[in-house]
């Protein structure tokens, strides 16, 4: 591509590739309002939903959209061609972690840092569509990991500290704690983040983490069975209890003396969105809970996604839920998802419930945001939808995440009194 299609891209605010080469914005169908939404990939919604992501990682150093705009140039010609996507991320995450170095052996901490954290972002961007996993993913990640911890020292506004949750059979989940470098010793609410079907504690860092410790917010960013490196490297795949890993992380967060025991919340994203909710109902010590886009019959949701040979939008390939949840055929992944609903346990949620839905979700109905929301037991729940005309009405806001993140952050604020001192 030549330079003015990248100025014009900037230009024009990010209205996506597909505009920038002459075509019209996407209309949903049967929706005569036309879609704004990034979509570097028309007609592949996958790449351009992970495409999305790591473009709004970049608000809060996670990527530099001269670097995403490479990738994306190279792989035009290649596209719905996985490995090819996998290859190109890898590469640019290589070549930043070199830009990391090289700054490092001059002394320059802070500009080493920031490539790193990129390079992070990269890898995992690549890694997350790679069906079925290699060893080649698998060192991968562990690259994105080691570059990930390797940045984190050197974040300006946010202290972030590699943890350990205690949890079943003398195993243990890899974790972050994270709180604003102002905070000092003194004990904070703190919110439990859990990561959804194929997301992992880098990316949720880049999806908002900064603006909850602005808040005066700590959090506990959780890899649970079935993400990030409980699934990759400890063998842990996902499960439909995920209340289990929600008391775990309370009984870890009681520990600390940095966390006020009183008040601590959950919130989990897109799949977390169940997971969060279990665990609220479950875990009489959460006190606020959100779901970050809503899951109501997980079961239901995979049904459909089979029935029609995964010709929907799918943010990562099909045989992801086979891995996710250690099975090695669709139809074992189905039986298996039986138990993933939320009726009957949406009813036991007693503290502040908000979620938060897309108007336009592509991949999970309105409709389900609604049967969760009128479920939910506790006297104070909100329903958020955004609007096409106010932004954020894609899946979990991925068109635009900061109105998704600075909203949940402001209703923790409130339901967790960060004003208040203890």
Sequence with gaps: MERRDVLRLTAGGLVGLAAVEGMTPARA???EKPDLSLMMFPGNYTWSAATRMVVASEM???????????????????????????????????KVAKLGDEAKTK????????????????????????????????????????????????MAAVSVEAVEVPFEGGKSLPAYFVKSRDAGNAP?????????LDITKELQFFHGVPELAKRGLAVLIVDIP????????????ARYDTNVGGTAAVNYLETRADVDKDRIGIMGISLGGYYSARSAAFEPRFK???????IWDYHAVWQRRVDKAFKGSLSVPGDHIMWVLGVDSLD????????????????????????????????IPIEDARALFDAVGSIDKTLKVFTTEEGGYEHCQGDNVTLGITYIADWFADRLETRRRT
Excluded at 226 to 235: D, K
């Design 29 to 31: 169908a049967g929706d």
């Design 60 to 94: 809060w150093g996670g990527a530099d959209m001269g670097e995403i705009y490479k990738v994306v140039a190279a792989l035009k010609p290649d596209v719905g061609k996985n490995t090819a996507w996998f290859e190109q991320w890898t590469t640019m995450a290589r």
């Design 107 to 154: 002394g320059h901490d802070k500009t080493a840092a920031g490539a790193y954290l990129r390079a992070a972002v990269y890898c995992q961007a690549g890694e997350r569509l790679l069906q079925p996993r290699s060893e080649e993913s698998e060192r991968a990640y562990a690259t994105s990991v080691e570059l990930f911890k390797k940045g984190m020292t050197e």
């Design 188 to 196: 904070l609410p703190t919110v439990v983040f859990f990561d959804g």
């Design 226 to 237: 079935g993400t990030g490196e409980s699934i990759r490297f400890r063998g842990m795949p």
């Design 288 to 294: 606020a809970c959100v779901s970050w886009g809503a």
């Design 332 to 363: 074992a992944a189905i039986e298996k998802l039986k138990d993933w609903r939320l009726a009957g346990v949406a009813e036991k949620i007693k503290c502040p419930y908000l979620v938060t839905h897309g108007e336009r979700d592509a991949q």
